[in-house]
Nanobody, 128 residues
């Protein structure tokens, strides 16, 4: 069972920045397309961003384009989500996920049901 661990959440004021990290066992991380999702109170979980297994392709939800940047460091088995210009509507629990069936040349995985492993989540609160 892969264990994904998120960190970096916290409370910031609108306009502030945070960087989330997600680590995974090397055997999982190296063969996975990775993604960030979030779930706001009373809402469904939605995709925020995703990155391909090789790191060359990314996907962003329209709501975060230009403000969030997803990246991965395969040597450190870590994925990041740099968030700037945060808004109160970004308040949510953020989850990282791994799709271990990704082939090396596949693009970022945008379908939630395709992800196999999930972290426990990290809380992000943005106050106005």
């Amino acid at each position: 069972q892969a264990q994904l661990v998120e960190s970096g959440g916290g409370s910031v004021q609108a306009g502030g920045s945070l960087r989330l990290s997600c680590t995974a066992p090397s055997r999982t991380f190296s063969r996975s397309s990775m993604g960030w999702f979030r779930q706001a109170p009373g809402k469904e979980r939605d995709i925020v961003a995703a990155i391909s297994r090789n790191g060359y392709s990314t996907y962003y939800a329209d709501s975060v384009k230009g403000r969030f940047t997803i990246s991965r460091d395969n040597a450190k088995n870590t994925m990041y989500l740099q968030m700037i210009s945060l808004k109160p509507e970004d308040t949510a629990i953020y989850f990282c996920a791994a799709d271990v069936n990704a082939i090396l040349t596949s693009g970022p995985q945008t379908q939630e049901e395709k992800y196999d492993y999930w972290g426990q989540g990290t809380q992000v609160v943005v106050s106005s």
